[in-house]
């Protein structure tokens, strides 16, 4: 019944930016990152979306995406290259075993660096061909779709998406990892929409068989209208919406030390294999 009001809630709230955004810019490319309003736009190999919407007015606010200025991928004169082009989609996968805690700890220290979950920086190794996304609004198939899509979604520039904890949530399931983490920044809506911050859940779901994650579920601390109104109305934080996510306190995160591993290397990935 929860999800029913949530979901039954966001066609109004989505109009209303469509309408606010149209008025002030005939072109942008992304909703603000949140259940009912987080586009994830990406195409396959062939050019294909892999992207499917689960309610209409987030697939009307779609057609409205655009490239964001210098997010190029060549083809266009004076772009800049799209860093996600250098990410090794077809490399091999992370072939050692470890327990559920470890590898936990394993993507604390990896998302502590790299931050893909606004970045797209994603490292590739974790997760298996058949990875899935899902939010109550959007869901996709692929990690490279998935860091294409964070990617052009927000305002590399200034956002953030800092890690609280990586911790095994056996309340979810038996193989769940969940990772709480505290989003801010702006999304690339015109001029820039800034995010009041906020608190993130991303589930993960590890294959009990390969040890690879197969579905990420996000889940937000805040409703949905909160996080438009906020972006929409700044005025109204802490009045008529909930005062932003307090700062995230500094942590000493480091590598578990795994055979071919080293701890607190910068590119995990080439001490995993060059180890071995």
Not at 78 to 97: C, H, L, V
Not at 162 to 168: A, G
Request: with cysteine.
């Amino acid at each position: 019944a929860r999800n029913t009001r949530r979901t039954a809630a966001a066609p109004g709230l989505l109009t209303l930016l469509l309408l606010l955004l149209a008025s002030h810019s005939s072109a942008f490319y992304s909703p603000t990152c949140q259940s009912a309003t987080r586009v994830l736009h990406a195409q396959n190999n062939d050019g294909e979306s892999d992207l499917e919407y689960k309610n209409a007015p987030t697939k009307i606010l779609s057609n409205f995406m655009s490239k964001p200025e210098g997010a190029g991928d060549g083809d266009a004169m004076g772009s800049e290259p799209n860093p996600i082009d250098a990410i090794d989609f077809a490399a091999p996968k992370f072939a050692k075993r470890v327990d559920l805690p470890t590898l936990a700890a394993i993507l604390d220290y990896e998302l502590s660096n790299k931050e893909w979950f606004v970045t797209g920086n994603v490292n590739p190794i974790y997760f298996a061909d058949d990875f899935e996304f899902q939010d109550p609004d959007v869901q996709l198939s692929g990690i490279e779709d998935y860091a294409r899509g964070v990617y052009k979604l927000f305002d590399q520039s200034c956002s953030r998406a800092e890690i609280i904890r990586t911790e095994v949530n056996p309340s979810l399931g038996p193989n769940i990892i969940t990772v709480t983490w505290r989003l801010s920044g702006k999304v690339s809506i015109g001029p820039g929409l800034t995010i009041k911050p906020y608190v993130c859940y991303s589930d993960f779901t590890v294959d009990e068989e390969s040890g690879l994650i197969v579905m990420q579920v996000d889940r937000f601390s805040v409703p949905q209208w909160d996080i438009l109104l906020s972006a929409l109305f700044p005025f109204l934080i802490g009045k008529i919406t909930k005062e932003p996510a307090p700062p995230v306190e500094p942590r000493v995160v480091t590598m578990p030390s795994v055979v071919g591993l080293k701890g607190g290397a910068s590119n995990p990935f080439e001490n995993i294999f060059g180890g071995l």
